[in-house]
């Protein structure tokens, strides 16, 4: 997995998403996701990319699923997702995984475009 990072809004407001976003962008830190977890806390995400969907076997809580495209747009939110569940998006590139009922706290929602920033910048 790569470093942590801010997720922002991107727009005027650059809104914080996710305070603490680690990246998997690697075949096995995707693979390894959030299982052996016992949850997440609130600011936490896991960016997987590129994939079209995920799934929540073995896991032992909900998560909210942010499935975004190339340009890290929202194209949907799945909140909620619970434990051996399965769920993608015809178009996405990428996934969001959050704690359950922070994309609903956060207001994510369709068609918001998002920014990955390094710690900093």
């Given at each position: 997995m790569t470093k942590v990072r801010q997720l922002l809004i991107d727009d005027p407001t650059e809104r914080v998403v996710c305070d603490r976003c680690v990246v998997a962008d690697r075949p096995h830190t995707r693979l390894r996701g959030l299982l052996g977890r016992r949850g997440m806390a609130s600011g936490e995400g896991l960016l997987l990319k590129p994939t079209p969907a995920v799934h929540t076997c073995?896991?032992?809580?909900?998560?909210?699923?942010?499935f975004l495209d190339e340009r890290l747009e929202v194209l949907a939110v799945d909140p909620h997702l619970g434990p051996w569940r399965f769920a993608?998006?015809?178009?996405?590139?990428?996934?969001l995984e959050l704690a359950a009922g922070e994309a609903g706290r956060r207001g994510v929602h369709a068609g918001m475009p998002l920014k990955l920033v390094t710690d900093g910048a």
């Open positions: 073995f896991m032992r809580f909900a998560i909210d699923v942010v993608g998006r015809r178009g996405a590139r990428a996934v």
